[in-house]
């Protein structure tokens, strides 16, 4: 058991290999953590700075009209 909500049982194990099976309410999420760390690393890329545009107005040509 984790806490009071979530309980991890092996459902099987063969070999040097082991499943579990994990019983969680659905409102925590459970990840491999591998898969946890690319959530976590495409987040922080989501929340970076986008670069500035420059200020400079004669870097970008006028608009056609």
Same mark, same amino acid.
């Given at each position: 058991?984790?806490g @009071?909500d979530?309980?991890?049982?092996i459902? @099987?194990i063969?070999g @040097?290999?082991?499943?579990?099976?994990?019983?969680?309410p659905?409102?925590?999420?459970?990840h491999?953590?591998?898969?946890? @760390?690319?959530?976590k690393?495409?987040?922080?890329q989501? &929340? &970076?700075?986008?670069?500035s545009?420059?200020s400079?107005? &004669?870097v970008?040509p006028?608009?056609?009209s």
């Amino acid at each position: 058991m984790i806490g @009071d909500d979530v309980e991890i049982t092996i459902v @099987d194990i063969r070999g @040097d290999k082991v499943r579990l099976g994990i019983n969680a309410p659905r409102h925590i999420q459970v990840h491999r953590k591998e898969v946890y @760390d690319a959530i976590k690393c495409e987040n922080q890329q989501a &929340s &970076s700075p986008v670069p500035s545009i420059p200020s400079d107005s &004669s870097v970008i040509p006028p608009i056609a009209s």
